[in-house]
């Protein structure tokens, strides 16, 4: 059975008639929210990051948020091939050892083992992944605004309950709730932040420099989903406020993006076809669809039929740390299996590449 689909805006595929996919091609690399799901990809990220994407020169903006934002901070790392090796490895065998009686780890109890774990997997290693010499990294969280702007056990129920009826009127209206805001990383040889990649007037924005300072607090945030970890407050050099998962704002990056002419292609590996603009809008489908702001984008997937193969039939995902509780062993065996699979996705795509057939490229 195939494992990979290959989806292309329309810009995208007259590119790939015209010239191909090489790797200069690729201007931007974008990673979805999606917790565990973004284990699928591992395969794709070792072959893109170290080996595919390292025969070409020019510069690549990687746009993250949540694990998407840990999977691209990760592909800045000097060795990326045994960084993504780690990542998965780490992120399968996350455990929260509970005591007697309790049934659930705490938010508070989540993020302070998440925060131990970015410690020890970037400690000392921030200015491999700020001062990338081909790589600009941008993180994207959620600043709170309103009941938001603060945690709280009644005003943070009330303030997404409000932000989700705000944005089932209209996506601009969850800007009144939550605001996106992208940390760029300031490499010393620029001494500038990296400008965006995509344009912002689709949704209230704002960009703050990316240093160590604030590096850690940047992608905690990016991956602190409401009521499962605890918002991160106070980030260096950003605006006063709390700052929450950045899948809640761009939960699949569906953004207006301007890749430079020189490498026109966004490539980007994605665990569905389907580019969900917010976290919020999973329950919206008609927002599910293509766009001219993805005219650009070619997408790497894995078929569906494929993914019912899968231990479950499905994409690992959070709900597994609920089915199989403190059972370590039974999740890691699931998990482990999925992403073994996953090889797959990682070894079409290699082939693809050396023989390229339009006829598997698909509308997006």
Aim: a positive charge.
């Amino acid at each position: 059975m195939s494992a990979l689909r290959l989806y292309a805006g329309p810009r995208a595929r007259r590119h790939l008639e015209q010239h191909g996919l090489l790797p200069q091609h690729v201007g931007v690399i974008p990673a979805a929210a999606g917790g565990p799901k973004g284990l699928i990809l591992g395969p794709l990220d070792r072959f893109i990051f170290g080996h595919w994407l390292p025969q070409s020169t020019q510069p690549v903006h990687l746009v993250g948020a949540s694990i998407g934002a840990w999977r691209m901070a990760t592909a800045c790392l000097t060795n990326p091939l045994a960084a993504f090796e780690r990542l998965e490895r780490d992120y399968i065998a996350q455990h929260i050892e509970l005591p007697p009686g309790q049934k659930r780890a705490t938010a508070t109890q989540v993020s302070h083992r998440f925060g131990d774990n970015l410690r020890l997997f970037y400690g000392g290693r921030e200015s491999e992944v700020l001062d990338h010499q081909r790589y600009h990294l941008h993180i994207i969280t959620s600043r709170g605004r309103l009941l938001l702007q603060r945690e709280g056990g009644l005003r943070t129920p009330l303030g997404y309950l409000s932000a989700y009826a705000a944005n089932a009127l209209h996506r601009k209206a969850l800007g009144v709730w939550l605001e996106r805001v992208v940390f760029s990383s300031v490499p010393r040889h620029s001494g500038a932040a990296s400008t965006l990649p995509f344009a912002t007037l689709d949704y209230r924005t704002r960009q703050v420099p990316m240093l160590s300072d604030n590096f850690l607090d940047a992608l905690q945030a990016s991956c602190s989903i409401p009521f499962i970890l605890r918002p991160v407050r106070s980030i260096a050099g950003a605006p006063p406020g709390t700052y929450w998962d950045g899948g809640l704002t761009d939960y699949h990056l569906h953004l207006q993006y301007r890749p430079p002419e020189t490498a026109p292609i966004v490539l980007y590996p994605h665990f569905q076809k389907a580019v969900v603009p917010g976290w919020l809008d999973k329950a919206w489908t008609a927002r599910h669809r293509s766009s001219p702001a993805l005219d650009a984008m070619l997408v790497l997937a894995p078929d569906p039929d494929w993914v019912r193969s899968l231990p479950n039939g499905k994409l690992p995902d959070r709900n597994d740390f609920i089915r199989y509780g403190q059972d370590l062993d039974a999740r890691m065996r699931v998990w482990n299996a999925a992403t073994s699979a996953a090889l797959q996705l990682a070894d079409e795509f290699a082939q693809w590449l050396e023989k390229p057939d339009l006829a598997r490229v698909e509308p997006l």
